[in-house]
């Protein structure tokens, strides 16, 4: 099958995200991960092959290997989706939590953005003298607001408690670190740091919090080579870092439907992806 920009599947309502079509099969949903590729708020016109494929195939090793309550249901898919197995999650139906619950445990992005200007990173103080990269001395909790359009924005943790409830904050910043920093360590045996990352949850009807969506892909985290890792600059990454640099260079306005990629980004992009898995997983 050649890249996906798109899936139809008939007889089931499809809410289409930038990068994953959504189907309702009334008691579940089904995750249809394309090959489309967002950057900059916009969905660019040229898919990466293999992209769905892979981000689907990491995601179910971590669910697997962190044994986390999540939301995947092991069960046989409709035959309507026959031909999309590989790239298809058939998932319980939760009432999402409305944050993304980041965990940071490097300082990169916009933590190093706005470290700069304050010495804060989402109200959490952090010691002075900080370089662009370096590990920071414990993985902070940074949650951000969930965006239909648009950027997400980044919030304090009391943003988020009086939103959702002290009890409810406290646990979902418990439960990301305590991911984060048993991925992270599993990724460092690897020979990858994995810098940041966001998880979602969702509460089932019999009030549980679990692990939905995607988790530690390349598309929700920060991952870097540890072996090209410098402190005081940013390192490569497993991720569209790379279709984002090559877009700078461009001169689009980020106002106006993207250019498309070239043959060699596209392909650089999808090998970074592949190397993702190749390092995490390692088969």
């Avoid at 489309?36 to 892979?54: C, N, Q, Y």
């Avoid at 319980?92 to 470290?115: D, H, I, M, N």
């Avoid at 920093?181 to 994995?194: C, D, K, M, P």
């Amino acid at each position: 099958m050649g890249p996906l920009m798109q899936s139809a599947v008939p007889g089931y309502p499809c809410r289409r995200g930038k990068v994953r079509d959504v189907y309702d099969l009334g008691d579940r949903l089904a995750l249809v991960a394309t090959d489309r590729i967002s950057a900059f708020d916009w969905v660019l016109p040229t898919p990466i092959p293999g992209k769905g494929r892979l981000l689907t195939a990491l995601s179910r090793f971590w669910f697997g290997w962190l044994g986390e309550p999540n939301h995947l249901i092991d069960e046989p898919l409709p035959p309507a989706f026959a031909g999309l197995e590989d790239r298809t999650t058939l998932v319980r139906k939760t009432q999402v939590v409305p944050f993304e619950c980041v965990v940071r445990g490097y300082l990169a992005g916009s933590g190093w953005k706005e470290y700069r200007a304050g010495g804060t990173v989402c109200g959490v103080i952090l010691p002075a003298g900080l370089r662009e990269s370096e590990r920071l001395p414990a993985p902070i909790f940074t949650p951000a607001t969930k965006a239909e359009q648009g950027h997400d924005e980044n919030v304090s943790f009391e943003v988020m408690a009086r939103a959702v409830g002290d009890a409810t904050a406290s646990e979902l910043r418990d439960r990301s670190l305590a991911v984060y920093t048993r991925a992270s360590r599993r990724a460092g045996e690897r020979g990858v740091i994995l810098a940041d990352t966001k998880f979602e949850w969702g509460r089932l009807p019999s009030g549980e919090l679990i692990l939905i969506d995607e988790v530690l892909t390349p598309d929700s985290s920060r991952y870097w080579p540890a072996d090209q890792y410098e402190v005081g600059r940013p390192p490569p990454s497993f991720d569209k870092q790379f279709v984002r640099d090559w877009l700078e260079t461009t001169g689009w306005d980020k106002a106006s439907p993207p250019p498309s990629l070239p043959d060699e980004v596209v392909t650089k992009t999808a090998a970074k992806y592949q190397e993702a898995w190749d390092r995490i997983v390692g088969r």
